[in-house]
Nanobody, 121 residues
């Protein structure tokens, strides 16, 4: 399973770091899987945020330069460092695991339950 943590209520300009821990034999070895972050705001479709695989990263234009995805394979964990947060970043953030790096949600096989991020103006 994938378990996200680190969400919360912050003000515009603040930072948050989300974590997503993977557990279970299905995800071994963790290093061979691509990890992604997606988000879904109320009334909107789920959208791609960032992905990482074998050290290669890719970001949505809306977060490029503000968000950083990283992973610690020894801890089976992926992180999303979010800086210079904006009110439009408010959403439920989901981590996902899949066979290859992709910005397409359906390419991921496993999903976490989501963590709420709220950015006030």
């Amino acid at each position: 399973q994938l378990v996200e943590s680190g969400g919360g209520l912050v003000q515009a300009g603040d930072s948050l770091r989300l974590s997503c821990a993977a557990s279970g034999r299905t995800f071994s070895p963790f290093s061979t899987y691509a990890m992604g972050w997606f988000r879904q705001a109320p009334g909107k479709e789920r959208e791609f945020v960032a992905t990482i695989s074998y050290g290669f990263t890719y970001y949505a234009d809306s977060v490029k330069g503000r968000f950083t995805i990283s992973r610690d394979n020894g801890k089976n964990t992926v992180y999303l460092q979010m800086d210079s947060l904006k009110p439009e970043d408010t959403a439920v953030y989901y981590c996902a695991l899949g066979p290859s790096r992709s910005a397409v949600a359906r390419q991921y096989n496993y999903w976490g339950q989501g963590t709420q991020v709220t950015v006030s103006s």
